[in-house]
């Protein structure tokens, strides 16, 4: 096994931090290693480093001769005026490529729905990073490099990839260096893990599970990590061996090991005390959805006859592709939007607590400091027993006490995801409702977070494409099939199942479709039944852009309103969600006619 990329002595230092300090480590042929460390630790300088994208203030970074090396960035350099099939292939000619089995595979699986003649420029940020990782698949590469591949993709999307990265190359070829937060992902393709942390780089054996196990193991005997630090490792530990990863798929670890490690823990939580404390504040009646149906004004059906009963103290979590109408559903589920028909229920006692994906609590206040945020609320909570401030519960959430004086505006995308999640909680909700939580987290976030919400006595509402958030923090898991909620007692590894069997019904009906009929579409849609969904795609789309600029207008209307003036706020605020609830149910139908008509 040899070398292909060796780092002497490397160090870097960006303005105020330095992150890598006199590190001397190597990639041979056949590894597959995953990096993870907190936000800021350095995780992207390495990668950028490794790749010959960003110069080392100190050290070298030595390639072997004639060796080729792919990489994927965060941030896509694609040209907006080049065509999609430019930007993937460059100047290769087409019948090069349009001949390997490979790389049309590559092609289906990615870009399937795209036009290939398109232009760059006009595709959506998700569609962006899609042909930017089709362009890094499609090519040869004896080293790849990826930042954050997972991003913008489904949970099918994901366990593609992660299949093809498996395959790519046989045993002992090639090496692959993958920065991610997605711990399956970590677990399912890498052998090597290295953490980066105090300007260091560590190595350990395994995947992600393993890693776990092997940090616990040397830092219980060093005993050098703060208890709150060591704690919610061994309660992280502690998942691994009794949930749902250890009975639904194989970790690279012993887990008879990891029992005995922690044989004394208790579980991780006790559902019945949960429940009990979750009925005493909410009551018996959470939300009740009986023969629910939507249907956007002359689109079809998004959501199909639906009978769902939450209760107090549920923790279910919702799955669906992307487009499939989940934040729809979430709309009809809180009351954001009423059902074309049938009738939904929410308990008199219920509060809602709503996290989005865009983070909209935060977004009118760029220009206020931390400490400013965390003072609107109660000076005490009493949470896992103990009374604790809002300023110790954003430091159990990873900020230091330096950060608090921080603008909102100058903080990362995690640290904002953090406090949005914290300001969410402290507004004393029953029902959280959490879209997409774990973006922008490194790992160990991710952890402490999953901590705060196995402490949390309401009833959880989780949609992420995370599998292993999901199955961590919700005791139950929906799918969201054609309209239809359907209840998958195996988590995500049933869900991926349904969708391949609903794929290869898809394929077979396509195939009768072609051998039956003379004039057949590529969607199997009629010409009128086109011509339709093309009419209302048209219509979403002008409303779309006639709305663009209702939620920043509405947003500098609140800020002019008198801060004494509660009514008013509340007026504000409430307009203010229903125009964002609104665009999110256009985007969804947009997302869904988009993929019916194959014009994305």
Request: proline share 4%.
């Amino acid at each position: 096994m040899g070398i292909l990329i060796g780092l002497e002595r490397v160090g870097h230092e960006w303005p105020g931090k330095r992150v890598l300090d006199d590190q001397t480590i190597g990639i041979n042929e056949g590894e597959r290693i995953g990096i993870v460390g907190r936000n800021g630790d350095g995780k992207s300088t390495l990668l950028e480093i490794v790749g010959h994208v960003l110069e080392p203030d100190a050290g070298t970074v030595t390639w072997r001769r004639g060796i080729s090396v792919g990489y994927l960035g965060q941030a896509d350099e694609l040209g907006d005026k080049d065509p999609v099939r430019r930007a993937i292939f460059g100047d290769v000619p087409e019948y090069t490529w349009a001949s390997d089995a490979r790389i049309r595979a590559i092609l289906d699986e990615l870009v399937g729905d795209l036009d290939l003649d398109g232009l760059v420029g006009e595709l959506s940020g998700g569609q962006r990073r899609r042909v930017d990782l089709c362009r890094v698949l499609c090519h040869t590469w004896d080293v790849i490099l990826m930042d954050e591949p997972t991003n913008h993709l489904d949970l099918a999307a994901i366990e593609w990839l992660a299949d093809h990265l498996k395959r790519r190359w046989p045993a002992g070829e090639g090496a692959l260096l993958v920065v991610t937060h997605d711990r399956w992902f970590l677990d399912e393709v890498c052998e090597h893990m290295w953490e980066v942390h105090d300007r260091r780089i560590e190595p350990f054996e395994g995947g992600y599970s393993a890693y776990i196990q092997q940090r616990v193991e040397r830092e219980r005997q060093a005993a050098v990590m703060e208890e709150r630090r060591q704690n919610t490792l061994r309660k992280e530990l502690n998942w691994l061996a009794h949930g749902a990863k250890a009975r639904t798929s194989k970790p690279k670890f012993r887990v008879e090991a990891a029992r005995a490690l922690i044989a004394d823990d208790p579980p991780l939580r006790n559902p019945l005390e949960l429940k009990r404390l979750a009925v005493s504040r909410l009551g018996k009646q959470v939300i009740e959805m009986k023969d629910v149906s939507f249907a956007y004004s002359h689109g079809p059906r998004v959501i199909d006859d639906v009978s769902w009963l939450i209760g107090p103290g549920d923790r279910y979590g919702i799955l669906g592709a992307n487009g499939a109408g989940k934040s729809t559903l979430l709309a009809l589920m809180t009351g954001a939007l009423a059902p074309t028909s049938g009738t939904v229920k929410i308990g008199a006692s219920v509060r809602f607590g709503f996290m989005s994906q865009h983070l909209d609590a935060l977004g009118e206040k760029d220009d206020w400091r931390v400490l400013e945020v965390l003072g609107r609320y109660k000076r005490s909570y009493l949470v896992g027993g103990k009374m604790q401030s809002p300023t110790q519960l954003i430091e159990r959430l990873g900020f230091e006490q330096r950060e608090l004086t921080n603008f909102i505006k100058d903080l990362s995308g995690g640290q904002r995801r953090r406090l949005a999640l914290l300001c969410v909680i402290l507004e004393e909700p029953n029902v959280l409702v959490l879209d997409e939580p774990g973006n922008d987290l490194d790992t160990d976030m991710l952890a402490v977070m999953e901590d705060l919400l196995d402490s949390w006595p309401g009833t959880l509402l989780v949609v992420s494409h995370d599998r292993y958030l999901m199955e961590r923090v919700t005791d139950d898991q929906f799918a969201l099939l054609d309209g239809h909620v359907r209840h998958v007692p195996g988590g995500v590894d049933e869900y991926l199942r349904l969708l391949s069997e609903k794929g290869d019904e898809t394929r077979v009906e396509e195939t009768e479709q072609k051998e039956g009929s003379s004039r057949p579409t590529n969607s199997g849609l009629s010409n009128q039944e086109r011509r339709e969904l093309k009419k209302r795609f048209d219509a979403v789309s002008r409303k779309l852009e006639k709305t663009a600029g209702d939620p920043d207008r509405l947003r500098a209307e609140m800020a002019a309103v008198d801060a004494s003036d509660y009514a008013a706020l509340m007026a504000a605020q409430e307009a203010l969600d229903a125009c964002l609830a609104e665009r999110e149910a256009l985007e969804d139908e947009w997302l869904e006619l988009s993929d019916r008509l194959g014009i994305e």
